[in-house]
């Protein structure tokens, strides 16, 4: 039998905001255990929540630009549940009225370009942190951190309409970088701030209905969903292939052991018993907040990438990896718009630049070489101040240490050479100290020539202007002959 996989992801999103979804401690990442809590967020009887504004308006934001249907009333109900990291003894969370409706994010899928939809995005609040000391298994000690308690999210929701570990993860990386761009959330996985729990089942190849599914909560990492929804459909695959039935519940994808492991059996799944939470009032959203949100919202990856396209005449893939951030489109149209030579500049970008920011795990605006520099330097090449192979060593001294293209050259003497009788004296002497290499030259082996010009490149450490070189070496060997 031949299996298709069907997954639905479910995305917890940290909004940007500098305090709490129900109170005014800080959401800042870092701080002392427990230094950023309330009463509210403690959950202390007698307290009542308020909602804070500027998290609605984030949120309102993400579901406008995801075409998301917005709600004009939605309501908070009351998650009830038992656990160390959740003071209240339930968890605020909009259940029955969510926040927004529908949706979709354009993915690369694996038959080309597609819209996955979404089933709704909600708003709701974190829950603290259990911190152990030694291990989760064996624990000496345990410890309760409710700074997260009360930060805020949203729960962006998907259809059961992904087909591979692939597709998901590519869905994953455009969704984060559609909230980065919509400066909702800052996608930083490593902290926790965009978290993933994966669906997935399995069915025939051609059927239309849905296999048993099992889910994976809160992976962290863009290659943990991939791992894990490959070796879950394979385990599945192989559950059914032996006769066994798939039966659903929550696993854990095992990072030191790459395998996923029971946690928990619908059986032993949780009854919230939500009922709306009778301390706050519904939230109503007029549709003018809508619009003027709608208004303002920033040019998004899928049509700045278009734009790039058109209006730069890049190819496709390099407006792709350009667009990836804002801040990385950013500092492309600044370099071009002072060396107006787009795919030149974005190749500098796209193989020197980004192949340094990735091997120190930098983000460009830790960037020391300004588009400013970058694009001085690729001046210097264009009016032949220096070949492109000495830039490439400018641009790294550049990037060690965020000194101006000029004043690089200037102090490591790296001019290019242009001057024929200096670039005549080399060639000379290299023709010189290779008799046997011009002798196969003149008997018909043109191959040589690359040889020569190495070798004036060699003796000029890479400083001698190669066209200059080509047509000098061509003359001289003409002549002697
Ligand atoms: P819950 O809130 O209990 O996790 P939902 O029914 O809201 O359950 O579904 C959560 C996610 O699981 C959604 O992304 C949905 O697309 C996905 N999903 C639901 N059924 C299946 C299935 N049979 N196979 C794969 N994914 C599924
Ligand atoms: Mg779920
Ligand atoms: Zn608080």
């Not at 800042?28 to 950023?36: D, K, M």
């Not at 490439?392 to 001294?397: A, D, H, N, T, W």
Request: overall charge negative; hydrophobic content about 35%; aromatic content about 8%.
């Amino acid at each position: 039998m031949e299996y298709e996989a069907v997954i639905g992801l479910e995305i917890h999103a940290q909004l940007l905001t500098e305090s709490k979804i129900f109170c005014g401690c800080s959401t800042q990442f870092g701080a002392e255990p427990n230094e950023n809590t309330c009463p509210v967020c403690t959950g202390m009887p007698g307290v009542l929540p308020v909602l804070n504004r500027r998290v609605v308006e984030l949120a309102l934001r993400t579901a406008v630009a995801l075409k998301g249907e917005i709600a004009p009333r939605s309501v908070f109900a009351r998650k009830n549940y038992f656990y160390p990291d959740l003071p209240k003894g339930y968890q605020i969370s909009q259940f029955e009225a969510p926040l927004s409706l529908g949706g979709y994010v354009e993915i690369e899928g694996d038959g080309g370009t597609r819209r996955v939809c979404l089933t709704r995005i909600h708003l709701e609040e974190d829950a603290g942190k259990l911190v152990y000391e030694g291990t989760m298994e064996k624990a000496d000690a345990g410890y309760v951190d409710l700074n997260r308690t009360g930060v805020p999210l949203i729960e962006i929701v998907t259809e059961p309409e992904l087909r591979s570990p692939e597709e998901a993860a590519a869905f994953l990386r455009k969704l984060r970088s559609i909230l980065r761009y919509l400066e909702v959330c800052d996608g930083n996985m490593e902290q926790g701030s965009l978290r993933c729990d994966a669906n997935v089942s399995i069915r025939p190849v051609g059927s239309e209905g849905l296999g048993v599914r099992t889910e994976m909560k809160n992976m962290n990492s863009f290659r943990f969903v991939e791992h894990a929804l490959e070796y879950e459909i394979q385990r599945q695959i192989a559950t059914l292939d032996d006769g066994e039935k798939i039966i659903q519940e929550t696993r854990l994808w095992d990072t030191s052991k790459n395998v996923t492991m029971s946690m928990r059996s619908k059986e032993e799944a949780h009854d919230y018993r939500y009922f709306p939470d009778p301390d706050l009032v519904p939230v109503e959203i007029d549709s003018t907040w809508v619009e003027e949100i709608r208004g303002n919202l920033p040019e998004l990856p899928d049509e700045k990438e278009n734009r790039f396209v058109e209006a730069y005449e890049l190819p496709i893939e390099d407006a792709r990896t350009l667009t990836a951030t804002a801040e990385l489109a950013d500092y492309f149209e600044k370099a071009v718009a002072r060396f107006p030579q787009a795919k030149k500049v974005s190749n500098w970008i796209l193989t020197e630049l980004l192949r340094e920011l990735n091997r120190d795990e930098r983000e460009i605006g830790g960037c020391a070489v300004t588009p400013e520099h970058l694009s001085g330097m690729l001046a210097m090449i264009e009016d032949g101040s220096i070949s492109g192979k000495i830039g490439k060593q400018v641009f790294e001294e550049m990037y060690r240490t965020g000194k101006e293209p000029q004043a690089i050259v200037k102090e490591k003497g790296w001019v290019q050479i242009q001057d024929s009788s200096e670039l005549a004296g080399v060639i000379d002497h290299v023709l010189v100290s290779h008799p046997d290499e011009v002798s196969k030259y003149r008997a018909g082996k043109e191959k040589v020539f690359g040889f020569f010009v190495g070798q004036v490149m060699k003796a000029t450490r890479g400083q001698a202007n190669p066209k200059r070189v080509n047509e000098l070496l061509r003359e001289k060997l003409q002549s002697d002959n």
